[in-house]
Each structure stands twice: as C-alpha cells, then as structure tokens.
C-alpha cells in the first residue's frame, strides 16, 4: 500500500521607493518557490517506510524599476556614447556636501543579486518485533547560494568640492565594469552540506 502527497508554492514580489532625489524608483525583486513530495509504503502492520523530498529555490536583486527623470538614462552624459550616466559618489571630500545627495546611476540589472537553493531528502522506518517498536532513517541536506555582484557598470565619479562639482571636474574616477571595459560580474557560491541518522528503541518490558 503506497500513499503519495506533495505540495507546491510560487511568490513573486517586488518593492520599490523613489531615491533621495526622486530621480528613480529602486527597490527589490525577490522570488521564492518551493517543492516538497512524500510517498509512504507499507509493507506490513509491523514495517512502514516515508520518504520525503524538498526543494526550496529562493531569489532577490535590488534593480533600478522606473527612470523618474530621463536625464538618468541619457548616454549624453555617461562616460562613453553607449553608457547611461555615472553614479556620483561624493561632492567634497570628507562629509560632503550638505543637503547635496549621492547621485546614484539608473542600473536595471541592479547592483547585486542572490539566488539561494535547498535540497532535503528525509527517509525514517517504522518496525515493530514483538515488545520492540523500532525507529530509524536519516537525511541530507544540501544548501547552496549563489551571489553576483554586478558593481557600479556604468562608473563612479567623485568631487573634491562644490566647486569642481559645478564645473564638472573630477578628483577621482572609477571606470565602468560594463562593455567595453572589463567584466561586470563577479561571482560566488557557497555550498553546505548536513548528513545525519538516528535510530530509537521503544521496548515495553510488560
């Protein structure tokens, strides 16, 4: 005799704010579904064997979602023809700036995104011989995450005052990790690992 159950779940959100100039809306995106399924067998009054899977697939990206000013994705202004324009970094060394906000550049993709993903296998026995009812099984667990870090693809600029802010001319520069410059993405994975197995004796000595 077989009894099979299984579940499935999609969630699909996204949160957004204007940034500190109101030039943009950023915000998140994060997704999340999971899958679990469990089969149960019996072999006989005294055996009984479960087994269950699960999988858990979990995601998030923080993109920039409306250009609230067009001025933030006219290449006009970006460090080549073909780029949308520089996050500011900082006005005037130090502190900054009073009232003067960072300037951050209009970055679909986003600046970074994470994709974490979870395997478990679960298989627990039941047994009864005489006074003895036994209990035994195991699991594993596998949990990976994988983080991309995209990084200011359209460049930095900073300002050594408000002066040179004004006239456009820059103390400090960090080119784009976009085409045709260098790779934009930087990658990791992080993977860990969980085995463990019990066994239980519950005897009734009368």
């Known amino acids: ?72 994705t006219n290449t006009t202004y970006g460090m080549t023809s073909s780029l949308y324009p520089a996050t500011i970094s900082s006005v005037a ?43 035994f099984g195991g699991d594993f667990l596998r949990d990976s995450v994988d983080f991309n870090l995209t990084g200011q693809i359209w460049g930095t600029v900073g300002f050594p005052t408000l002066t040179d802010f004004l006239e456009n001319i820059p103390g400090k520069t960090q080119g784009p990790t976009s085409s045709p410059f260098v790779k934009g993405i930087t990658s990791h994975t992080t993977n860990a690992y969980i085995i463990s197995g019990y066994f239980q004796d519950d005897w009734k000595v009368r």
Do not use: C
Request: glycine share 8%; proline share 4%.
């Open 93 to 135: 060394a130090g502190g900054g700036v009073s009232g003067i906000a960072k300037f951050q550049s209009f970055q679909p993709q986003g600046s970074e995104d994470m994709a974490t993903h979870m395997y478990e296998v679960f298989d627990d026995v039941s047994f009864t011989k005489g006074n003895h009812s036994f209990k």
């Open 1 to 72: 005799h077989d009894t099979l159950n299984s579940s499935y779940y999609y969630d699909h959100s996204t949160w957004s704010t204007p940034d500190a100039l109101n030039d943009q809306l950023q915000g998140y995106v994060v997704g999340r579904w999971a899958l679990s399924a469990e089969e149960t067998h019996i072999f006989s009054p005294a055996l009984v064997n479960s087994l269950r899977f699960g999988f858990n697939n979990s995601g998030m990206t923080n993109p920039s979602l409306t250009a609230l000013n067009p001025n933030v």
